[in-house]
């Protein structure tokens, strides 16, 4: 990539696990295609991640490469950034491993991910589990990150990557960037449930109505919208005591490229209905050209296997270089 020794890198990952909502599209991918122009940029598809959780194994392969179609169809561009695939680059557990060694088991019981997912999964309460953010630190710490965007939920995990990077320099000498967190300044960098909008969109969430997916069809898309929960009161604006109406009102402003001002004086006098109507219909025709195109990639499985390769071979190279010197620093012998 041009000018790539003096951009700073910044890493992100999403985890295969299936449907990829709205929300997270507006909240990390949507913003990756922003940032590859700015910034030298290690995209991945968090496969490891995804097995803290029982996945199957043929719906594993099926949804790694369909959510590798959706980043490109996003524009995510392949030619700009490092796209790949986790597993693909085994520095990612290496590291893991080493940095395991000055991480303690009172900080990973803390994390507030590990408790609310063994409560979630308390049939599998694995160290996978528990050791989550020790990978994610090692992915954050092969590339040298300067930069990681993180969501509310997140920041915890990047504070035990900073501190891990931080411990590790004090202890062997300055060996990896500690990495800052680059916060978004999207307004929907936080997109809400439909039926419950206190609580972020989740595609796990019981109710169908609550979450819209980048694969949804136009009368779905709809549909849900409408039965989205506004709030008392029947006027459209931005208000903290309008939870249900703000939600939409950026949902809107995203997917239509107007802002909230604008989304407010467009819908002023209007009734919810014809609101709620309006922001469904934005957010299907919006979505249909990146569903046409990922259908056009996932035909073609050769090409999404090109782009795997070559990302996983740019991504070996940047880590191995960063776990060479790990490994030099503590001590690990060689040879000639």
């Given at each position: 990539?041009?000018?790539?020794?003096?951009?700073?890198?910044?890493?992100?990952?999403?985890?295969?696990?299936?449907?990829?909502?709205?929300?997270?599209?507006?909240?990390?991918?949507?913003?990756?295609?922003?940032?590859?122009?700015?910034?030298?940029?290690?995209?991945?598809?968090?496969?490891?991640?995804?097995?803290?959780?029982?996945?199957?194994?043929?719906?594993?392969?099926?949804?790694?490469?369909?959510?590798?179609?959706?980043?490109?169809?996003?524009?995510?561009?392949?030619?700009?950034?490092?796209?790949?695939?986790?597993?693909?680059?085994?520095?990612?557990?290496?590291?893991?491993?080493?940095?395991?060694?000055?991480?303690?088991?009172?900080?990973?019981?803390?994390?507030?991910?590990?408790?609310?997912?063994?409560?979630?999964?308390?049939?599998?309460?694995?160290?996978?589990?528990?050791?989550?953010?020790?990978?994610?630190?090692?992915?954050?710490?092969?590339?040298?990150?300067?930069?990681?965007?993180?969501?509310?939920?997140?920041?915890?995990?990047?504070?035990?990557?900073?501190?891990?990077?931080?411990?590790?320099?004090?202890?062997?000498?300055?060996?990896?960037?500690?990495?800052?967190?680059?916060?978004?300044?999207?307004?929907?960098?936080?997109?809400?449930?439909?039926?419950?909008?206190?609580?972020?969109?989740?595609?796990?969430?019981?109710?169908?109505?609550?979450?819209?997916?980048?694969?949804?069809?136009?009368?779905?898309?709809?549909?849900?919208?409408?039965?989205?929960?506004?709030?008392?009161?029947?006027?459209?604006?931005?208000?903290?005591?309008?939870?249900?109406?703000?939600?939409?009102?950026?949902?809107?402003?995203?997917?239509?490229?107007?802002?909230?001002?604008?989304?407010?004086?467009?819908?002023?006098?209007?009734?919810?209905?014809?609101?709620?109507?309006?922001?469904?219909?934005?957010?299907?025709?919006?979505?249909?050209?990146?569903?046409?195109?990922?259908?056009?990639?996932?035909?073609?499985?050769?090409?999404?296997?090109?782009?795997m390769k070559s990302g996983a071979g740019s991504?070996?190279?940047?880590?191995?270089?960063?776990?060479?010197?790990?490994?030099?620093?503590?001590?690990?012998?060689?040879?000639?």
């Amino acid at each position: 990539m041009e000018g790539g020794n003096e951009q700073k890198i910044l890493f992100s990952a999403v985890q295969p696990s299936g449907a990829v909502t709205i929300g997270n599209y507006i909240g990390a991918i949507k913003n990756w295609v922003a940032l590859q122009d700015e910034y030298r940029c290690f995209y991945a598809v968090a496969d490891l991640h995804a097995i803290t959780v029982r996945q199957e194994p043929s719906a594993l392969r099926r949804n790694t490469l369909e959510l590798l179609a959706l980043f490109i169809a996003c524009g995510v561009d392949p030619e700009k950034c490092v796209l790949f695939v986790q597993s693909h680059v085994p520095a990612h557990c290496e590291l893991t491993w080493t940095l395991n060694t000055i991480a303690y088991p009172g900080e990973l019981s803390r994390m507030t991910q590990f408790k609310d997912k063994s409560a979630r999964h308390a049939e599998n309460v694995n160290m996978g589990l528990m050791d989550y953010p020790v990978l994610m630190a090692a992915d954050i710490l092969l590339y040298q990150s300067a930069l990681v965007p993180v969501g509310a939920d997140q920041k915890q995990h990047l504070e035990l990557s900073r501190d891990l990077a931080l411990r590790f320099n004090n202890r062997y000498g300055q060996t990896f960037t500690v990495p800052e967190p680059y916060i978004l300044k999207e307004n929907g960098a936080k997109i809400m449930s439909l039926a419950e909008p206190a609580k972020k969109m989740s595609k796990s969430d019981d109710n169908v109505n609550a979450f819209v997916t980048m694969t949804d069809d136009k009368d779905t898309v709809i549909r849900k919208f409408k039965r989205a929960v506004t709030d008392s009161g029947s006027e459209i604006r931005f208000a903290e005591e309008k939870p249900g109406v703000s939600n939409l009102l950026t949902i809107y402003s995203v997917f239509s490229g107007k802002s909230v001002k604008e989304a407010e004086a467009e819908f002023s006098g209007k009734g919810y209905g014809d609101f709620k109507l309006a922001v469904g219909e934005t957010v299907a025709d919006a979505l249909a050209p990146i569903q046409k195109k990922r259908a056009e990639l996932l035909a073609d499985k050769a090409y999404l296997e090109s782009v795997m390769k070559s990302g996983a071979g740019s991504a070996f190279k940047a880590a191995r270089r960063t776990l060479s010197k790990v490994y030099r620093k503590i001590g690990f012998y060689a040879g000639e």
